[in-house]
Nanobody, 118 residues
Framework: QVQLVESGGGLVQAGGSLRLSCAAS????????MNWYRQAPGNARELVAS???????TYISAVKGRFTISRDNAKNTMYLQMNSLKPEDTALYYC????????????WGQGTQVTVSS
């Protein structure tokens, strides 16, 4: 069984920073693409940033230049450094990953809340 566990969320003032982590545990052969999604109340879940196993990254325009996605393959952990946070960044942030074990399967974490006050 594979688990993705997010941590690092919290309450921060506008302009502040937070660092989210997503740790994968369980039995698997490796992790390919990893992603951060977020969902604000009343909104659809949206893809925020992605990183390949080789380290290539993509971001939505709303966070480009403020957020940085990274991963430590040796620790099976992904990060999201969030700077210059805005109230509109308030959401539940989810970790998502394609995990290899006799094929490829997609997993989700439970989410970590990020609240940015104005």
């Amino acid at each position: 069984q594979v688990q993705l566990v997010e941590s690092g969320g919290g309450l921060v003032q506008a302009g502040g920073s937070l660092r989210l982590s997503c740790a994968a545990s369980g039995t698997f052969d490796g992790i390919q693409g990893m992603n951060w999604y977020r969902q604000a109340p009343g909104n659809a879940r949206e893809l925020v940033a992605s990183i390949t196993s080789a380290g290539s990254t993509t971001y939505i325009s709303a966070v480009k230049g403020r957020f940085t996605i990274s991963r430590d393959n040796a620790k099976n952990t992904m990060y999201l450094q969030m700077n210059s946070l805005k109230p509109e960044d308030t959401a539940l942030y989810y970790c998502n990953a394609d995990v290899r074990l006799r094929g490829l399967r997609n997993y989700w974490g439970q989410g970590t809340q990020v609240t940015v006050s104005s």
